[in-house]
């Protein structure tokens, strides 16, 4: 059983600190998401992330992030915590997932990691295949070992993950021609979402999902552009076709029957837009909502008993 939550909060921008999506984990900070997973009775530690100005350019500065968050993912794991990541960046999955591999639950173990993504995009693009130029639409096709492997050998813990088998995408519907052919060339499983903006069933379809195969221990990552854009605009490229609230909670209480969570990332959510209370307030109760249903399975302990 675990003892604690640990809220690591990396506020930053390709390294840039409080800057677009950076501003994020503060803005969740301040809608008092620690105390509500306090009132659950569950012990919270906060740690931020140092800046990496010194780090050269957005690269050179993401990787020491990931290294960085590789590390203090490991140190709550080894210290019965469960870690939750407010991140600027989608990429910081990259150190979540390494900082799980290096920690002694998993080299005891011996078992694979799952991953669990929620976004509007695919994520999987490499440096050969992007052409906005952005370097945070390639977490995924890091985890799969396809791109950035040489300095990737510097993220203490990184692991190729084997996305056919250990990786499902839900809300995806923002992608292009190539974007999309990569994804079904990929074959992972996707709970796709509608473009068009249709209203669709998104948890009883990762159930079928997760019935079929064993993820077993399961990181979560929350890109807030999974939700639709009428809740409101979680950052620039937020588009219809999402998760609404009751979607989302749905699907994590599949999550928590059908796997093992051992993490959550909130990513990618840039505070200045339209609605960004309320985007931020759904995410707030779906992770009291998670963090609720673990303490009812025994994952997490709770403290005299408290639940609210």
Known sequence: MLKSITIISSPYHVGFY?????????????????????????????IEIEPVDEFEGEIGGSFELFRRTSTLVSEAHNSNSFP???SGNCSAAVGVAAGYNRSLIARETGEKLGCIWFDAHDDYNTPDTVVSGYFDSQPIAMLA???????????????????????????????NQ?????VLNAGFDVVWGDENGGKMEFAGRLRGFLEKKDL???????????LDIS???????????????EDLLGCYDAIVQRT???????????PSGDGAENIGLITIRSIKSLVG????GGVIGCKDNVMA
Do not use: Y
């Open 18 to 46: 409080n800057h677009g999506v950076g501003a994020g984990p503060d803005f969740i900070r301040s809608l008092g998401v620690v105390q509500t997973l306090k009132n659950l009775g569950v012990p919270v530690k906060e």
């Open 84 to 86: 939750i990541i407010l």
């Open 145 to 175: 070992g396809e791109c950035w492997k040489g300095i990737l050998g510097s993220v203490q813990g990184h692991e190729v993950m084997d996305i056919r088998e250990k990786l499902v995408h839900v809300g995806l519907r923002d992608v």
């Open 178 to 182: 190539v974007e999309r052919q990569r």
């Open 216 to 226: 077993g221990p399961t990181m979560l990552h929350f890109d807030v552009d999974a």
């Open 231 to 245: 809740l409101g605009k979680a950052n620039q490229f937020s588009v219809p076709g999402g998760l609404f609230e």
């Open 260 to 270: 093992r969570p051992v993490s959550l990332t909130v990513a990618s959510f840039d």
């Open 293 to 296: 249903s673990l303490i009812k």
